[in-house]
Every structure is written in structure tokens, then in C-alpha cells.
């Protein structure tokens, strides 16, 4: 198929306006919507991808289970951009501890202006959060031991972005036993990565790692969108020029080394297991 090739390729664009060549010739066959959906998430066109996945569901109920767990993961990724330009609040997993609270703060912050004081916020709040040790197993099967873990991008540091039950969590590292992650299959994977979760509690759920920071989908670059690679945006001052933000594939930082998030089959984490309680405390929006 001539938009595969050009996918291959990167040339996004062209893949794109072929895709939609063959839906228009093929509108009852549902593997090009799916083929579309994914393609749309991959651009950021989320009320499109949905329009695309619902119609692969009515034209083949084999899809259906596809259809719930994606429809969800748009409706997030939309609340997602509205957390990350200070607009909204995410769920937080386990009970709400002040350090969060002042991460969350510093995002508003940086995402009206206002560095500076965001960046002495988020240390003030880094500071106070908990350090958590633990073995990383790379896609070679190798096993990584490290003393701290933490997201690349500083404005999440020890958070981990996830979806959950259908909703935009933030998931402290603490909070986390052990994450099998999925090698990415299928298009839709370079959008979001399925994982299993063990919490610190005990419970266990599958979920969805968002693969790419958030803004990706609009870069002019391929790469980026694709989750092909990560560059990252100084947005800091002269006072202060170690302030980065991320565009394209998701990092994970150690005292060792950084891993792209495709680079990485699981992480067991040494917290302490907790009594299980109900499932996460929402802090909503």
C-alpha cells in the first residue's frame, strides 16, 4: 500500500492524502478507518481520529473493544493539552501530597509566563519528593539498576503520565511497584504505549503511557510525530538556561542514564508496599 511506504519514509503528509484516496474508494472497509483513526492521532486531529474510529466499530464489531479503549484515550489526550497549558488539573493517583500540589502550580506558572517563579517552585517541590530505587530491563532484556527515576522533561520530573479507566491520571513514582510496557505494533503506539501497572497497594491494571510529550503532533517534523526521536526546547533565560521541554518520544532519566520509553520492557520499583485501599483518590479539575 502506497501510504504504508510513504509512512515508512516519514512523509506524513503524502501518507495522509494517499490514506484518504483509499477510504474514499473503500468507504465499507473498516481496516482503512482503523488505518485512518490511527494516522489522525499521529496528526493531532482528535475529533476526526474519533469520527473514524466509531465508524471502524459499526462496520466491524471486532473492533469494538479497540473502539472503548481509544475513544477514552482522545477524550484524555484532549484534557491532557488542557493540564499542560494550566487550564485544567489531572487525577492524582493515591492520596495528594503537598509536593504535587506545588508541581501542579508550577505548571500554571510556566505555562502563563511566568518561569522564574516556576522554576523555584518545582525545586521546592523536587526537594520534598521521594527518591525511588529500582531495576529497569531494557529491550535487549539487560537489566539497569538505578538509584533515582524521574521523566526527562523537568516540568514532570518524578510523575508519570498515564491513562486510566478512561481518565488522565498523574501517577507518582512511589506510588508505582512494577510496569510492563508493550514494544510498540501498531501506529497507534507511537501515540500511546500499553503497559500493565502494579501499584504499591497491591493492585494491579492495564493502561496506556502517553508516548510523546505533549505538542508533538503539530511539529514539521516527521520524527517527532512519529515518535521517531526527541529534541528538546530550551525555554529557559540568561539567568537560567537549563530549562528544557520535550517534543516527540517520552525519556525516562536515572542516575545512570536516559531511556527513550521504547527502549524500556518493564521497571520494578523498590517502594514499600502499602494495605490496598480503593483504587487512586481523584484530585479533579
Do not use: A, L
Given at each position: 500500500m502506497i501510504a504504508e511506504d510513504y509512512l515508512r519514509e516519514g512523509k506524513l503528509d503524502e501518507a495522509f492524502a494517499e490514506l484518504k484516496k483509499v477510504v474514499q474508494a473503500n468507504p465499507a472497509d473498516a481496516k482503512y478507518r482503523v488505518f485512518l483513526?490511527?494516522?489522525m492521532t499521529v496528526l493531532?486531529?482528535?475529533e476526526s481520529a474519533l469520527t473514524q474510529l466509531e465508524l471502524s466499530g459499526e462496520l466491524d464489531a471486532g473492533n469494538l473493544a479497540m473502539v472503548q479503549a481509544y475513544r477514552e484515550a482522545i477524550r484524555c489526550e484532549v484534557l491532557r493539552h488542557k493540564v499542560m497549558s494550566g487550564d485544567r488539573q489531572p487525577m492524582i493517583f493515591g492520596e495528594p501530597e503537598p509536593w504535587i500540589a506545588m508541581m501542579l502550580e508550577a505548571f500554571k506558572l510556566q505555562a502563563t509566563g511566568h518561569l522564574p517563579q516556576a522554576c523555584q517552585l518545582r525545586a521546592e517541590a523536587l526537594e520534598q519528593a521521594p527518591a525511588v530505587s529500582g531495576t529497569l530491563i531494557d529491550s535487549d532484556e539487560k537489566p539497569?539498576?538505578?538509584e533515582w527515576i524521574c521523566d526527562s522533561d523537568p516540568r514532570l520530573g518524578p510523575i508519570l503520565e498515564t491513562l486510566i479507566?478512561?481518565?488522565?491520571?498523574?501517577?507518582?513514582?512511589h506510588r508505582i511497584a512494577k510496569i510492563t510496557i508493550d514494544p510498540p505494533s501498531d501506529l497507534r503506539d507511537f501515540v500511546w504505549s500499553a503497559a500493565h501497572f502494579t501499584w504499591s497497594n497491591g493492585g494491579e491494571t492495564f493502561g496506556m503511557i502517553p508516548s510523546r510529550y505533549p505538542g508533538s503532533e503539530t511539529s514539521e517534523d516527521a520524527a517527532i510525530r512519529l515518535s521517531r526521536k526527541t529534541d528538546w526546547e530550551c525555554v529557559g533565560d540568561e539567568a537560567d538556561p537549563s530549562q528544557y521541554i520535550g517534543h516527540g518520544q517520552r525519556m525516562l532519566a536515572t542516575d545512570v542514564d536516559e531511556f527513550a520509553l521504547f527502549q524500556?520492557?518493564?521497571l520494578e520499583l523498590d517502594v514499600e508496599m502499602e494495605q490496598a485501599d480503593p483504587e487512586p483518590?481523584?484530585?479533579t479539575n
Open positions: 483513526f490511527q494516522m493531532g486531529k482528535w539497569v539498576r538505578f479507566n478512561g481518565q488522565y491520571y498523574w501517577v507518582p513514582m524500556i520492557r518493564s483518590d481523584d484530585e
